[in-house]
């Protein structure tokens, strides 16, 4: 007899199937049901102790020079702008003769007014959103000819920022003394600042505050060197359901570009872009159970055993652009960063499936049955890198993304599911049996033709 579709959260007990090829049937009884497994809390794993993160040209030596100073752009990091070179106002950076650090570095001055708005910046790779982040970093005063005595006698003020973070102020040693033409620096090493990360690849930013009055020339401001990084990395959360993933983020540089933007650019040729997995990040799964077509009822006075075909679609997750070839719009056709994916991942998957299998079904007599899947899925978190470094990092591009789709090392699980009827099913099948009103009736005699 068939019906409506039986409820998940029904209690029921369950009978044995036979074997079903290229499935896990999981058999026994179910103490969860598929509600509530959908609910059910993943404990956070623990945080993983601190590790180091690479901030690039944090010394500020590239690009080399031989002068005393320069007012070349120091590589990875933007100035004036988070777009590409930001080449508004430049930096000046002192070499290490004159810029006296104890450890011999090049040191980047910040100024005025030319990055007065946008300050000296860096994205900090690798580091994740809710990522607790520690910045480490040397300080001094100028040692440019251009600051007066005024300027230097209390130290110099300036800002330091890291994204999620509060802007914090700062002020560096006074200095007092001249070594010829120059002043002599007052080092402050390992000035710490520590924010918890609001953006995958968080910016750092510093900016000059020195009053205009003592800083007229602009070529006065305070120096920055040797800026290190490490990071503690959040929990992975296994909570988040494939239809609400994070949106997928580029950057070109430091500056954020549309994923439209990454995949014109990784898919302009096959090898343009590498594909790496944050491992930390990606697991396999199985998706909440739920349940498959509809809800036996045995009112028989017989035991039934039947063959029952089931059917199961699985789909993927993602929101790149269709170019991509990738989910959610990807289509199957092979394209280069499809096969960008298949190489960095090793994995090869079906984007969208659909499987029509059969399970044999045994219905005590009075007893319901239906059947319950689960979708096994695989979780990818990673990142599309430009195979091709430039000399300056801010010529990059980058593209993280995720992508949740059907697993191709887990089989789906399928569950025969019956149990006792309740009051109302026994009701129905207990009722009368459907029939015509008889056309003799018991005490009337047959006759012909009547």
Same mark, same amino acid.
């Given at each position: 007899?068939?019906?409506?579709?039986?409820?998940?959260?029904?209690?029921?007990?369950?009978?044995?199937?036979?074997?079903?090829?290229?499935?896990?049937?999981?058999?026994?009884?179910?103490?969860?049901?598929?509600?509530?497994?959908?609910?059910?809390?993943?404990?956070?794993?623990?945080?993983?102790?601190?590790?180091?993160?690479?901030?690039?040209?944090?010394?500020?030596?590239?690009?080399?020079?031989?002068?005393?100073?320069?007012?070349?752009?120091?590589?990875?990091?933007?100035?004036?702008?988070?777009?590409?070179?930001?080449?508004?106002?430049?930096?000046?950076?002192?070499?290490?003769?004159?810029?006296?650090?104890?450890?011999?570095?090049?040191?980047?001055?910040?100024?005025?007014?030319?990055?007065?708005?946008?300050?000296?910046?860096?994205?900090?790779?690798?580091?994740?959103?809710?990522?607790?982040?520690?910045?480490?970093?040397?300080?001094?005063?100028? %040692?440019?000819?251009?600051? !007066? @005595? *005024? /300027?230097? #006698?209390?130290?110099? &003020?300036? +800002?330091?920022?890291?994204?999620?973070?509060?802007?914090?102020?700062?002020?560096?040693?006074?200095?007092?003394?001249?070594?010829?033409?120059?002043?002599?620096?007052?080092?402050?090493?390992? %000035?710490?600042?520590?924010? !918890? @990360? *609001? /953006?995958? #690849?968080?910016?750092? &930013?510093? +900016?000059?505050?020195?009053?205009?009055?003592?800083?007229?020339?602009?070529?006065?401001?305070?120096?920055?060197?040797?800026?290190?990084?490490?990071?503690?990395?959040?929990?992975?959360?296994?909570?988040?359901?494939?239809?609400?993933?994070? /949106?997928? #983020?580029?950057?070109?540089?430091?500056?954020?570009?549309?994923?439209?933007?990454?995949?014109?650019?990784?898919?302009?040729?096959?090898?343009?872009?590498?594909?790496?997995?944050?491992?930390?990040?990606?697991?396999?799964?199985?998706?909440?159970?739920?349940?498959?077509?509809?809800?036996?009822?045995?009112?028989?006075?017989?035991?039934?055993?039947?063959?029952?075909?089931?059917?199961?679609?699985?789909?993927?997750?993602?929101?790149?652009?269709?170019?991509?070839?990738?989910?959610?719009?990807?289509?199957?056709?092979?394209?280069?960063?499809?096969?960008?994916?298949?190489?960095?991942?090793?994995?090869?998957?079906?984007?969208?499936?659909?499987?029509?299998?059969?399970?044999?079904?045994?219905?005590?007599?009075?007893?319901?049955?239906?059947?319950?899947?689960?979708?096994?899925?695989?979780?990818?978190?990673?990142?599309?890198?430009?195979?091709?470094?430039?000399?300056?990092?801010?010529?990059?591009?980058?593209?993280?993304?995720?992508?949740?789709?059907?697993?191709?090392?887990?089989?789906?699980?399928?569950?025969?599911?019956?149990?006792?009827?309740?009051?109302?099913?026994?009701?129905?099948?207990?009722?009368?049996?459907?029939?015509?009103?008889?056309?003799?009736?018991?005490?009337?005699?047959?006759?012909?033709?009547?």
């Amino acid at each position: 007899m068939k019906t409506r579709p039986r409820p998940a959260g029904a209690a029921r007990t369950l009978t044995r199937t036979a074997p079903v090829i290229g499935l896990s049937l999981c058999l026994g009884l179910l103490a969860v049901t598929a509600a509530a497994q959908a609910s059910v809390a993943v404990p956070p794993a623990r945080a993983a102790a601190p590790v180091t993160v690479t901030v690039l040209n944090g010394d500020f030596a590239q690009p080399a020079f031989t002068s005393v100073n320069t007012s070349a752009n120091p590589h990875a990091w933007s100035v004036g702008s988070t777009s590409g070179t930001g080449t508004t106002g430049g930096v000046w950076r002192w070499n290490a003769a004159t810029a006296g650090h104890p450890a011999g570095l090049t040191a980047a001055m910040l100024r005025l007014p030319g990055e007065a708005a946008n300050g000296l910046k860096q994205r900090l790779r690798e580091v994740r959103t809710g990522a607790k982040v520690t910045v480490t970093y040397d300080e001094s005063p100028s %040692v440019s000819s251009s600051c !007066t @005595a *005024a /300027a230097l #006698e209390k130290g110099q &003020t300036y +800002t330091v920022q890291g994204e999620g973070g509060a802007l914090t102020d700062q002020t560096t040693l006074p200095t007092t003394e001249k070594s010829g033409t120059y002043w002599k620096p007052a080092w402050r090493t390992g %000035v710490t600042l520590t924010f !918890t @990360a *609001a /953006a995958n #690849e968080p910016l750092l &930013t510093f +900016t000059s505050t020195v009053p205009a009055a003592q800083n007229a020339s602009g070529n006065c401001g305070p120096l920055i060197t040797n800026v290190r990084a490490t990071q503690e990395p959040p929990p992975v959360d296994k909570t988040i359901p494939a239809g609400a993933l994070p /949106a997928s #983020e580029a950057f070109y540089g430091n500056d954020r570009r549309t994923a439209a933007d990454a995949v014109s650019y990784c898919n302009g040729a096959a090898n343009r872009c590498t594909f790496t997995t944050e491992d930390d990040y990606s697991f396999s799964y199985y998706a909440p159970a739920r349940v498959a077509a509809e809800t036996y009822f045995n009112c028989t006075r017989n035991t039934l055993n039947r063959t029952r075909p089931v059917s199961t679609a699985n789909r993927s997750y993602g929101d790149l652009p269709a170019a991509a070839g990738l989910p959610g719009s990807g289509t199957g056709t092979p394209t280069n960063m499809a096969q960008q994916y298949t190489q960095g991942t090793g994995l090869n998957p079906a984007w969208n499936t659909t499987q029509e299998r059969s399970v044999t079904e045994i219905v005590q007599p009075a007893e319901a049955s239906w059947i319950e899947t689960q979708a096994s899925r695989q979780r990818t978190e990673g990142w599309f890198h430009a195979t091709t470094k430039a000399t300056d990092p801010n010529y990059d591009w980058r593209l993280h993304t995720v992508i949740d789709h059907p697993s191709t090392s887990l089989s789906d699980r399928v569950y025969q599911r019956t149990g006792p009827l309740t009051a109302s099913e026994k009701q129905r099948c207990q009722s009368d049996r459907p029939s015509a009103t008889t056309p003799v009736g018991a005490t009337t005699p047959a006759g012909a033709e009547r």
